[in-house]
């Protein structure tokens, strides 16, 4: 199953998501420039549980490379779509976990869900000497905590049989948990020393989990409600996918759109995709200028079709975010 994109709407730009996926590229680059088989490198700035636990190996390394290990671990890959799929995780699960956090406290939620992702793997694999990278386990802190904050949202998947791709909306506490659940199952089963951190991707998700419910707890920042008039995003997204219901013994269908203020005021042109079973349309919707909260959209024809012919309508009801 390959993530395309989540139906959770974010209103602010996740500028940290955005910082952290820069940095990780720019790891990346030097990496490629030093090699991506230098074993020196990882053993340098990897996690290697055995640095902490095995004499002969800790003895080569400093007290501050064995703290400074447990931070830049979390930016390393091994390859290229090691590097690749981590950051596409980022971007489809991190924007709306850094709204609910505020950008600040999502910087912090991120690098603590790492952390502990490789005190997970340490604690776990005590005396392992085989070198840990990667962000997979600061992200399974993201993907943990959007499990628990947006369990309902819709995860749009693709699923390749032979060489035809389906695509499927599967709800996010199904998607996440059942991606939880194998990891479990692999690091427990035969697949424990296939060379993956399992523990370490365990470990992160359920540091999301705990710091979601940690942060329940914690005052709003003044600072982040600063920031939030910076970030807020003018423009929703081009595309969008259009939940449809009916009522009974009727051939018109119901949705919504999502436009933002601006767009409200200039009008603007979207792409709609509305799921039916395996099959996504796309349809172009144009919002006039000066439309209201609340104001419906008639999309003439794209109803039920119902016997004798006759096909309804659909009505999509506009949402503003951000409304003034």
């Known amino acids: 199953m390959i993530p395309i994109r989540d139906?959770?709407?974010?209103?602010?730009?996740?500028?940290?998501?955005?910082?952290?996926?820069?940095?990780?590229?720019?790891?990346?680059?030097?990496?490629?420039?030093?090699?991506?088989?230098?074993?020196v490198f990882f053993y340098s700035y990897g996690?290697?549980?055995?640095?902490?636990?095995?004499?002969?190996?800790?003895?080569?390394?400093?007290?501050?490379?064995?703290?400074?290990?447990?931070?830049?671990?979390?930016?390393?890959?091994?390859?290229?779509?090691?590097?690749?799929?981590?950051?596409?995780?980022?971007y489809i699960f991190g924007d709306n976990v850094e709204e609910h956090f505020g950008s600040?406290?999502?910087?912090?939620?991120?690098?603590?869900?790492?952390?502990?992702?490789?005190l997970s793997h340490l604690l776990l694999n005590p005396m392992s000497m085989v070198p840990t990278?990667?962000?997979?386990?600061?992200?399974?802190?993201?993907?943990?905590?959007?499990?628990?904050?947006?369990?309902?949202?819709?995860?749009?998947?693709?699923?390749?049989?032979i060489i035809i791709p389906f695509f499927i909306e599967?709800?996010?506490?199904?998607f996440l948990g059942l991606w939880f659940l194998l990891q479990f199952l692999n690091a427990?089963?035969?697949?424990?020393?296939?060379?993956?951190?399992?523990?370490?991707?365990?470990?992160?998700?359920?540091?999301?989990?705990?710091?979601?419910?940690?942060?329940?707890k914690l005052p709003q920042s003044s600072t982040q409600q600063k920031i939030n008039k910076f970030t807020i995003k003018k423009r929703t997204p081009k595309l969008q996918m259009i939940v449809a219901s009916s009522v009974p013994d009727s051939p018109d269908l119901f949705g919504e759109i999502h436009i933002s203020s601006l767009?409200?005021?200039i009008g603007v042109k979207k792409m709609i995709s509305i799921p039916w079973g395996f099959y996504k349309s796309l349809y172009r919707v144009k919002v006039p200028p000066g439309v209201k909260q609340g104001t419906r959209l008639r999309l003439s024809g794209m109803g039920k079709s119902m016997p004798g012919g006759i096909k309804g309508d659909m009505f999509l009801k506009v949402k503003i975010k951000n409304a003034i």
Not at 104 to 118: D, H, M, N
Not at 193 to 207: K, L, N, S
């Open 170 to 174: 599967i709800p996010a506490f199904i």
């Open 104 to 118: 600040l406290r999502f910087l912090g939620f991120y690098l603590i869900c790492g952390l502990i992702s490789g």
């Open 263 to 265: 767009e409200a005021i």
């Open 47 to 90: 996690l290697v549980p055995a640095k902490y636990t095995v004499q002969d190996l800790s003895r080569h390394f400093s007290f501050s490379n064995q703290i400074f290990s447990l931070l830049t671990y979390m930016f390393l890959h091994g390859g290229f779509f090691h590097f690749l799929g981590n950051m596409w995780i980022l």
């Open 188 to 216: 427990t089963g035969s697949n424990a020393g296939a060379g993956i951190a399992w523990w370490a991707h365990i470990g992160g998700f359920i540091a999301g989990l705990v710091l979601v419910l940690l942060n329940k």
């Open 7 to 39: 139906t959770q709407l974010s209103t602010k730009i996740p500028v940290v998501t955005y910082f952290l996926m820069g940095i990780n590229a720019i790891v990346f680059v030097y990496q490629l420039q030093t090699g991506l088989g230098n074993q």
């Open 133 to 161: 990278i990667g962000a997979s386990g600061a992200i399974a802190g993201v993907m943990g905590a959007y499990f628990l904050l947006f369990p309902k949202s819709k995860i749009l998947t693709v699923i390749p049989i």
